[in-house]
């Protein structure tokens, strides 16, 4: 697959949640991924930015992330390649889209200090050694001594 289908993308010219628009957005790239001969279980994620980049990056951040798709595929998509799904000139969300790598679209908050945190669920054990489990990202409902309830 050259690049990614617009049919399969979803919709983000209307407002909708940052969470549910990453986890539409993992589905559609685990389509591309299937559609490309590979397994999503192996190729992409779904994590806080602090889990992808470590540092000083943030679980207030979502990184969906594809690193054998077409080149800089996120890149492309963050800037506007496909404005039936997303526009970066006309964003009705109170989120946008950036990337660090060109595999991956970060889910980033405009007002980030009233933004909710996250946290990443495991949905799959790592496929080998070495390798980051699958995961989601769920949000931080409350938490007390570090445990997430």
């Known amino acids: 697959m050259e690049r990614l289908k617009a049919s399969w993308l979803p919709d983000f010219t209307k407002k909708i949640d940052m969470l549910e628009a990453a986890k539409l957005f993992k589905k559609a790239i685990d389509k591309h991924c299937r559609a490309?001969?590979?397994?999503?279980?192996?190729?992409?994620?779904?994590?806080?930015?602090?889990?992808?980049?470590?540092?000083?990056y943030s679980d207030k951040v979502i990184c969906v992330?594809?690193?054998?798709?077409?080149?800089d595929w996120g890149v492309s998509y963050s800037l506007g390649s496909h404005p039936s799904s997303y526009s970066?000139?006309?964003?009705?969300?109170?989120?946008?889209?950036?990337?660090?790598?060109?595999?991956?679209?970060?889910?980033?908050?405009?007002?980030?200090?009233?933004a909710p945190r996250f946290y990443n669920k495991i949905v799959h054990p790592p496929?080998?050694?070495?390798?980051?489990?699958?995961?989601t990202c769920e949000k931080i409902v409350e938490a007390y001594n570090g445990n997430i309830k």
């Open 127 to 135: 496929m080998s050694d070495n390798f980051m489990p699958k995961y």
């Open 65 to 71: 992330n594809w690193e054998a798709g077409p080149y």
């Open 88 to 114: 970066m000139h006309k964003n009705p969300q109170d989120w946008y889209l950036e990337t660090y790598w060109g595999f991956d679209v970060m889910f980033t908050p405009i007002e980030f200090e009233k």
């Open 36 to 56: 490309s001969a590979q397994d999503p279980n192996w190729e992409t994620n779904m994590v806080t930015a602090r889990e992808q980049h470590g540092g000083d």
